[in-house]
C-alpha cells in the first residue's frame, strides 16, 4: 500500500510543478531512442569491463611463475625426506666356516643394533665369501691385479667404495691372546685378529667375539653418528615446524625408542659443546676452496720466503689427498709495512717469561681488514686465509699472553701464525724465509685447513674421515638446500608484489628432483652419488633464491598511481557513472509503472 | 730532437736501474717548471717471474690486482687517472713524453687474450668490473658505448711475445667525467709494496696530490721476455706526476686561507716603466725560491723503501735536475752530482727521516728548453640545441721539420658527426688541403651501442698550424637517459694523439717511448627536457582523451531539445524542496529534543 502512495505522490508532484512553470514540454521520445541509448551506455560499460579492465590488469599485473610451495615446504619441515645413512661394511672372513660366518655376522650385527641409539645413522654388515670372488664380481679384468692388494684403493676412487664404507678381514692369529682390530690408516680396511676358539659355533646365542667386534665399529663411527645427528637436530631446531626432528624420529612404532633415538639424549653436552663449536667454525661445503697463504711483517724484512718449494712438500700432498671431496686452488703473497689496527693494544713485556705477549681479547681484531689486502680471491667459491706473521725484531717472540701460544683460528675466514725468527735460527736476519722455516707454520695450516672442513678428529684412517666428510657435507647440502626452499617459499607468501621469474620455478624444480635424488641416493647408501645432487641441488636453490630479478621489487606508491590515473579516470568515469546511473533509475522507473499498470 | 731529450735521459736512467736491481725500485724525479711550479714524477717499478706470478705467488705485484687481470686473462694493462689540464705553453714537453698520462678523467686500455670479438668483450667487461672494486672508480660505466678498438693509436709495451696474435685484442675506455680523488689514491698506494708508508711513497697524500695544478696517476703492466732467452717477467709500472703550485703548497696546512701578504713580504716587478712610488706589481718571476720537501708535500721523506740492489747497497731513488752549482743542504742520505751539470741524485736513509732544502742562492734553470712537439686543442663551435662542431688547431713548433702524427677520438653516439664536412686546411690558407690528412679510419656510431670511432694519420709541414674542422648533430636523448644533472652537458673524451717518429731517422729510433699528446675534454651540451615531463605529457593527453571521449559520449547519450523544452533545474522548485529538506530535517532535531525533554 505503501508502494502504491509513494509513487502516487511522485506523480502528483510532476503534475504539480510542469503545469505552473514550463510552457513548453520536450516531444516525448520515441522508444526506438531510448533503447538505443540504453544500449550505447550498455556497450560503453562493456567495454569498460570486458576490454578495459582486462588489458588494464595483464599490463599491470606482475609474473609470478607458479612454485610447488607446498612441496618445498616439506622439504623445509624435513617431511618429504627421512634422511637414513645406512653404511655397508664388508665382512671377510675366508678363514671361518661359511655357516658359522652367518651366524657370526647375524649375531654382530645385533650387538651393532642394541648399541645403536641413533637409527638413521646404521651399520649394516654383509658377509662376503671370499676377497677375491667379491673383487672379480665387482671389478673388470683390467683391474685384476688389484685383487691381491693390500691397499687396492687410491684416495681419490671414493665412488668405487660406495657399496663398502669399510672392509673388516678376519684374521686369524695363533696362540691365545685377546682379539684386536687393527685399522690401516691408508686404506679403508680394518683387520681382527682373532684366535680360532673365539669364533662362536652355530648354536651359541652370545659371543664376545661379537660383541667385540660391534663395540670397536660403534666406536669407529660415533663420531661421523654424532655428527649427523649434530647437523639433522640443529636444522630441525632452527625449522619452523612443530613436527620436530622427523628426520631422526625412528622408524619403529615403540615411543620409547623413539625418546631414546633424539639426539640430544645420544650426544653428551661436551660432545655437543665440541660439535657445535667444530660446525661454527667450519667452512659450508662448496667444490672448490681458495686457499690464501699470506706473510706480514710490520717492517721490511723479511721481505721473502721460500713459499713454493715449501708448499710443494709441506701442503700439496694433503691438498692432492683431499682433492676428492674438493678442490684448491693456492696463492701466496707478501706484505710488509703491515701494522696492527689500532684497537689492538700494544704487545706487553712480559719479563717472566722474557717474551711480549698479546691480549687474548685483542685475537679477534687482530687482522687489520681495512689496511691489509686480504680480499677474497675472484671465482666461485669461498677464501681461506693463513696468515704468518712476522713480528718486528723488537717485539719478538710474540705470543698470546696466558696461553703462550702462537696461532689461532677465525672461525670461517682462516688461521693465524706468529712465526717468532727466533724459533730457527737461520732467519733471524735474513730477509728471506727457508723452507725448513717454514714447516711449523704450514703443518700448523694443515691442521686448520682439516677443522676448516669439518674432518672429524677420531677415525684414524684418512679414507674413512674422507667418506665421513662427504656424508656430513651430503646431509648439511640436503639440509641447506631444504631450508633455502622453505625460506623461498614463505618469502613468495609474504611478498604478494614480488616477481617470480621462469628461471626461479626452474630453479626450484631441478632443486626438488635433485633433492630427491639425493635422499634416494642417502638411503641407498651411495653416498658420492648423494653429495653430487645435493651439491647441485645446493648451487640450484641458491641461484633460484638470489634471482637478481626478483631482489628490485616494483613497487609504486599508491598517491603515485592515483597521480597517474585520476586524469583520464575522473573526466571519463564521471559521465560513464552518472549516465549509468540515470539509466538504471529510468529503467527502475518504467519496471515500477510496468508492474503498476499490470 | 731537442723535445725528446728529457723523456729519452728518463728512459736510458730508468733502464740503468731496471738493470740494478730486478725486483722492485722506485724514484722521485723533481723538475722546476716554472719559478712558481714543481713537476714531481713518482715512479714504482715491481716485477716478478712469470712463472711465480701465474702460479699465483705474489710478492712486490700486488696479489689483488694480478688476481684481477688473471682472471680477466689481461696481458697488458694501462689505466690512468688525471685531472686538470698540463699547461704546455709555460710548462714545455709532458713527463715521460705524455705516455704515462690519460685524458682528464679515468682511462683504460688493456690487451686481452680472447678467441672472438664477444669473448674479448666479455672479459674485458669482467676487467672492468673487477677494477672498478679495487679503484673505487665508476670503471664499470665503461660500456660498449664507451669502449673503442683503436687500430693505430697504441701499440703494446709488451717486449718478446707476439702482440700482433690472432687471439690478443685491444680495448680502450675512457670515462671523461670521472672525478679522481683521494679514494682512487688510497687503493693505488696500497698495491705499493711499501704501502705508503716508507719510501718516497710517504709524501703522496691526497690533500697535496689533488691540490695540485695537473696530477696523474697511471699503472702498466706489461709482460717482458728478454731477447736473450732467459726467463719471462711481468712488468708491473706505477707512476704518479703531479705539477704543484710552489707558493700554494707552501701554506700550512692548519692555515691554509690565503692572507695579504706584508709588505715587507711583497715581491715586486720593478720592471714596469709605469711604476710609481707607493705601488707594487706582483713578480711571477719569483727568484730565488727555496724550499724543502716537508714544506712542499707537509712532511719528509720517511726512510727508504727496499732500496738496495742485489749487493745490498742503497740505491739513489730521489733526483732532482737543478743546475750543480745551486746549493742544497741534506740531512741524512748521500749526494751525487751527475756529469751532465743539471741533476743530482741522492739515497734515503733506511729508517730516519730524509730531509733536502733548495737554496735560492745559485743559478735557476727550469723545463724552458723543451719546446713540445706539438700544440693541439680542440674546441666547439657552432650555436644552438641541434648542431655543432668540432675545431682542432694543430701546431708544429719545429721550424725545420715536419711531423706526422695519429689523431684519435672517440665520440659518444649522440653526437652525430658528419664526416665529409671533416677537412683540414693550414691556418695560413683558407681553401682546404686534402694532402694533410694521409689516412683515415672511422667507425660509425651505432644508437645506443657504440661511439664514433676516428683515427686520422696527419703529417704538419715545419711551423705550420692545421685546423682540422668537421659538424655534427646532436641527438636527443630518451628520458632515462639523461644523468643526473643532465644541464651541465656531456662530457666528451679528449683526442689522443701519437707523434710518429720522423721519417728520416725511423730505423734507429724504433726502440724509443711513444710521444703522446692529449688534449682537453669537452662539455657538450644537449637539448634536456624539463624533467617533470612524463606527468606533464599524462595529465595533457588524459585531458585530450577525455574530452573527445565526453563529446562523443554526450553525443550519444544525451537528448537534444529546445532551450524552452528543458526539464527540470528550476530554481524555484530547487529551492522549494531544499527548504522542505532543511524543515524536515529541523522538525526531526525538535521533535527529538522534546522528547529528551518530555
Known sequence: ?598 | MKTFLFPLLLSLLLSCLVLADPDYNERLDLQPLTPASLLASFNFRSSAPLISYERQHFKYIPRSLGQILQHAKTRELHLRFTTGRWDDESWGARPWGGAKEGGTGVELWAWVEADSDAGSFARWVTLNNALSGLFCASLNFIDSTRTTRPRMTFEPSSIGFNASNEDLYLLHGTLPREVVCTENLTPFLKLLPCKGKAGIASLLDGHKLFDASWQSMAIDVRSVCPSDGSECSIEMEQTVDMVLDIERSKRPRDNPIPRPIPVEGLRCDESKSYLQEGACYPSDVSNGQSWTIAEIFGRPIQGSCLAEDSQGSPTDSVYIHVPNEREMYIYAGTETKHPSGTSRSFTLPKSEPFEMVLSHIGPQSFNNHSIPPLYASRSFTGHGQERGGVQTLLTNPSTTSPISFIYFETLPWFMKPYLHTLTAHLSSSSTPNPHLIKETFYRPALDRRRGTQLELLITIPAASTVILTYDFDKAILRYTEYPPDANRGFDVAPAVIRLLPPFGDAPEQGSQAPVYIRTSSLLLPLPTPDFSMPYNVIILTSTVMALAFGMIFNLLVRRFVGSDEVEGWDAAALKGRVRGRLMALRSRFMKGGKEKKL
Open chain 1, 1 to 598: 500500500m505503501g508502494q502504491e502512495e509513494d509513487v502516487g505522490t511522485v506523480v502528483g508532484d510532476d503534475k504539480l510543478v510542469s503545469p505552473a512553470k514550463t510552457t513548453k514540454k520536450p516531444p516525448s521520445e520515441s522508444a526506438e531512442g531510448i533503447r538505443v541509448r540504453g544500449l550505447v551506455i550498455f556497450s560503453f560499460w562493456a567495454i569498460v569491463i570486458f576490454l578495459g579492465l582486462p588489458v588494464w590488469l595483464w599490463t599491470t599485473s606482475i609474473h609470478r611463475a607458479r612454485l610447488p610451495l607446498q612441496e618445498m615446504l616439506d622439504w623445509a619441515d624435513g617431511k618429504a625426506c627421512k634422511s637414513t645413512f645406512p653404511l655397508q661394511i664388508t665382512i671377510e672372513a675366508p678363514s671361518i666356516q661359511e655357516p658359522e660366518a652367518a651366524h657370526f655376522v647375524r649375531m654382530t650385527q645385533h650387538a651393532l643394533d642394541d648399541l645403536n641409539e641413533f637409527s638413521a645413522h646404521h651399520l649394516r654388515l654383509r658377509l662376503v665369501k671370499s676377497p677375491s670372488l667379491e673383487r672379480m664380481n665387482a671389478s673388470i679384468p683390467a683391474l685384476h691385479g688389484l685383487e691381491t692388494g693390500q691397499d687396492p684403493q687410491p684416495y681419490g676412487s671414493l665412488e668405487g667404495q660406495d657399496d663398502s664404507a669399510l672392509t673388516v678381514r678376519f684374521r686369524p692369529q695363533n696362540g691365545s691372546q685377546p682379539a684386536r682390530v687393527e685399522l690401516h690408516p691408508h686404506s679403508a680396511i680394518m683387520d681382527v685378529l682373532y684366535t680360532q676358539n673365539q669364533v662362536p659355533s652355530v648354536s651359541s646365542s652370545s659371543s664376545a667375539l661379537a660383541t667385540f667386534v660391534a663395540n670397536k665399529l660403534q666406536e669407529l663411527f660415533a663420531e661421523e653418528q654424532a655428527t649427523i645427528a649434530y647437523i639433522l637436530s640443529h636444522s630441525a631446531a632452527s625449522a619452523q615446524s612443530t613436527g620436530q626432528s622427523p628426520h631422526i624420529s625412528s622408524t619403529t612404532s615403540s615411543g620409547a625408542r623413539e625418546i631414546r633415538s633424539r639426539p640430544n639424549r645420544s650426544i653428551n653436552p661436551e660432545m655437543a659443546a665440541r660439535l657445535a663449536s667444530r660446525m661454527t667454525r667450519s667452512l659450508k661445503y662448496a667444490p672448490t676452496y681458495h686457499v690464501t697463504i699470506s706473510l706480514f711483517t710490520p717492517s721490511a724484512s723479511p721481505s721473502s720466503w721460500d713459499i713454493e718449494a715449501a708448499l710443494a712438500e709441506y701442503f700439496t700432498p694433503l691438498l692432492d689427498s683431499i682433492s676428492a671431496v674438493c678442490n684448491f686452488t693456492v696463492d701466496t703473497q707478501v706484505q710488509l709495512y703491515a701494522t696492527f689496527s689500532p684497537s689492538v693494544h700494544v704487545p706487553e713485556y712480559d719479563a717472566e717469561h722474557g717474551v711480549w705477549t698479546l691480549q687474548e681479547e685483542d685475537l679477534s681484531g687482530f687482522i687489520n681488514a681495512a689496511e691489509w689486502p686480504l680480499s677474497p680471491s675472484i671465482g666461485a667459491g669461498p677464501t681461506l686465509n693463513f696468515v704468518l706473521y712476522v713480528p718486528d725484531p723488537a717485539n719478538s717472540p710474540l705470543v698470546v699472553k696466558g696461553s703462550q701460544a702462537s696461532s689461532w683460528l677465525i672461525p670461517q675466514w682462516g688461521g693465524v701464525l706468529i712465526l717468532n725468527p727466533q724459533d730457527t735460527n737461520a732467519t733471524s736476519s735474513e730477509s728471506t724465509l727457508s723452507k725448513q722455516a717454514l714447516q711449523p707454520a704450514l703443518l700448523t695450516f694443515s691442521h686448520q685447513l682439516l677443522s676448516f672442513l669439518g674432518a672429524p678428529q677420531t677415525p684414524p684412517s684418512l679414507p674413512l674421515q674422507l667418506q665421513t666428510l662427504t656424508r656430513i657435507h651430503a646431509a648439511s647440502l640436503l639440509l641447506s638446500a631444504s631450508s633455502t626452499m622453505g625460506s623461498l617459499a614463505r618469502l613468495t607468501v609474504a611478498l604478494p608484489s614480488i616477481a617470480i621469474p621462469e628461471t626461479v620455478s626452474i630453479a626450484v624444480d631441478t632443486t626438488l628432483r635433485h633433492l630427491r635424488q639425493t635422499c634416494n641416493a642417502l638411503r641407498e647408501g651411495k653416498f658420492s652419488d648423494a653429495l653430487e645432487n645435493a651439491r647441485i641441488a645446493e648451487a640450484e636453490a641458491e641461484r633460484g633464491f638470489f634471482e637478481k630479478s626478483m631482489v628490485g621489487q616494483v613497487y609504486f606508491p599508491d598517491e603515485h598511481k592515483i597521480a597517474v590515473y585520476l586524469p583520464l579516470l575522473g573526466p571519463i568515469g564521471v559521465p560513464l557513472v552518472m549516465s549509468a546511473i540515470k539509466e538504471l533509475k529510468r529503467i527502475w522507473a518504467s519496471r515500477k509503472a510496468r508492474q503498476q499498470s499490470t
